[in-house]
């Protein structure tokens, strides 16, 4: 195989696995109860469409969509047909493979600042961008919590960053910062600068946007930002009970709604238990990294376990073709149990384990 014909399917290969290759197949399926069961696997709840059938047709033609736009944005940015083709549709589905070896670092400033806007659309639900499309108003991408959310940690992961790499490296890096943030956050993975030269809060901070990750019904991995703020509300919630006095009630909303206490408690708790999952995977993968790159601190390895279990990509040289065997195998169970969310593959080892019942 050639080069061009190597690069072409890891792009590929990855534009697919964007919104999932379950979601392919219902494209030609039959509504029933089945195709439910399988959209609902790939971690989408909200349907765009009367069917299943018919909401993963609007995703996957909003997908083509976004990618076409995507190619003509980088392209008119200044990279050349072939770059912005394979970028569009790595960028767009938030994986990050790149056809250079320095990822988006050698393009110059213009195309860096052309890529980030790809990155941020690939992290945005699919339900926003049908609502954008059709009723062409920019304020559908502040109506909801978890976009608000979005928006908010932009800014604020953004601004932390610059003040660390100014105080750190006594440079503003004000691109470099935006753009690494961007990454993080929408678990896309480009890189524009060595990583292993950042401070470790620098490194520690990015962490952090990769555990949290972009929106639910997006393309992207981590946690999703719907849980954070199910865990913050539950927060504020808890707060709020302990001040009410005795004659008084709780009321909890979320979005407009006013949810039963049953209800709420139970997002609270399906967030919570997630979250304790996946840092778990995440102390089980330090522990094991530590063993076998001893060479790394302890903020390099929580950044590459962190990048592995949200599907990012960003790594600080630990995931090298040198990386002992068992630190390869078990970045490649993170990698697998963060894209399924860790639950269906708990429940998957259970039920391997399990006895067979008796007839």
Not at 71 to 85: H, Q, T
Not at 240 to 265: C, T
Not at 306 to 322: K, W
């Amino acid at each position: 195989y050639s080069i061009l014909q190597l690069q072409w399917w890891r792009s590929f290969i990855e534009w697919i696995g964007g919104v999932g290759a379950i979601s392919l197949v219902l494209v030609v399926l039959e509504p029933s109860t089945d195709t439910y069961q399988l959209y609902a696997a790939e971690g989408r709840k909200k349907r765009i469409g009367l069917t299943v059938t018919a909401t993963v047709r609007r995703i996957w033609w909003i997908y083509l969509l976004y990618t076409l736009a995507s190619i003509l944005w980088l392209f008119c940015g200044g990279m050349p047909w072939w770059d912005a083709i394979n970028h569009a549709l790595t960028g767009i589905a938030t994986g990050g493979f790149s056809i250079k070896d320095d990822s988006i670092g050698s393009y110059g400033a213009i195309v860096k600042m052309a890529v980030i806007p790809v990155m941020i659309a690939g992290a945005i639900s699919f339900p926003i961008h049908y609502q954008l499309i059709h009723q062409r108003r920019l304020s559908v991408l502040w109506q909801d919590s978890q976009h608000r959310a979005l928006w908010l940690l932009l800014g604020l992961g953004t601004g932390l960053l610059i003040i660390e790499n100014r105080w750190f490296g006594g440079s503003l890096l004000w691109l470099d910062s935006l753009f690494q943030w961007v990454s993080a956050l929408g678990t896309c993975g480009f890189e524009t600068v060595d990583l292993q030269s950042w401070s470790p809060s620098a490194k520690l901070l990015l962490s952090l946007g990769m555990i949290i990750g972009g929106t639910a019904g997006s393309t992207v991995g981590g946690l999703k930002l719907n849980r954070a703020v199910f865990l913050y509300k539950g927060i504020l919630w808890r707060f709020q009970r302990l001040a009410l006095q005795p004659h008084q009630l709780m009321r909890y909303a979320l979005e407009g709604k006013v949810l039963r206490e049953e209800e709420a408690n139970r997002k609270i708790e399906a967030a919570a238990i997630l979250a304790i999952l996946w840092l778990g995977a995440i102390a089980l993968g330090i522990a094991i990294l530590l063993h076998v790159a001893p060479g790394y601190n302890l903020s390099d390895v929580i950044f590459e376990v962190s990048s592995a279990l949200g599907s990012v990509g960003l790594s600080v040289g630990i995931s090298t073709p040198q990386l002992h065997w068992l630190g390869k195998s078990f970045l490649i169970v993170l990698m697998w149990m963060g894209r399924l969310e860790i639950i269906p593959v708990l429940i998957l080892f259970s039920s391997l384990l399990r006895d067979k019942p008796y007839k």
